[in-house]
């Protein structure tokens, strides 16, 4: 089941309209989100592929983006570790990614997250383990 959530246009973090994020779909039911990206130019390497560091930016988004659809918008994760792998250079060109909530309890989640190209190939990988927090007040984060 795919749904719009209203989360997606009411929460979205600097960074987020930083990467090119644009939200496509939640399905509650495997607690997968899938967001598209288009990064900047200047997120290019000297190689003229997305840079390492903001690969993990990416898949840092998406899996946190799958916790808080999968709360209601209520929780974003807190990042124990984050664990990538590369498979392949990242174009800059839009790509798809999905995360998704492999397991959540109060005091931890068990995030996973891939990045995919336009053909489908995978790119990146990312695992996540993280605390459930709540989401910071509107008030909070003008502070």
Known sequence: MTEEAPI???Q???SAKLMGSEFVSFDAETATVTVSYTPPPSFASPRGAVQG?????????VMGTALLAVTGGELLPLNLDLS???CRMVPLETITAKGRVIRSG???AFLEG???DKDGN?????T???IPTPVPSAGAEKQ
């Open 114 to 116: 891939e990045l995919f």
């Open 53 to 61: 560091g903001l690969i993990g930016g990416f898949l840092d988004e």
């Open 12 to 14: 979205r973090s600097p």
């Open 128 to 130: 996540s383990t993280a």
């Open 84 to 86: 990538m792998t590369f």
């Open 8 to 10: 997606f246009t009411k």
């Open 122 to 126: 995978l790119l990146a990988r990312a």
């Open 106 to 108: 109060r005091r931890v």
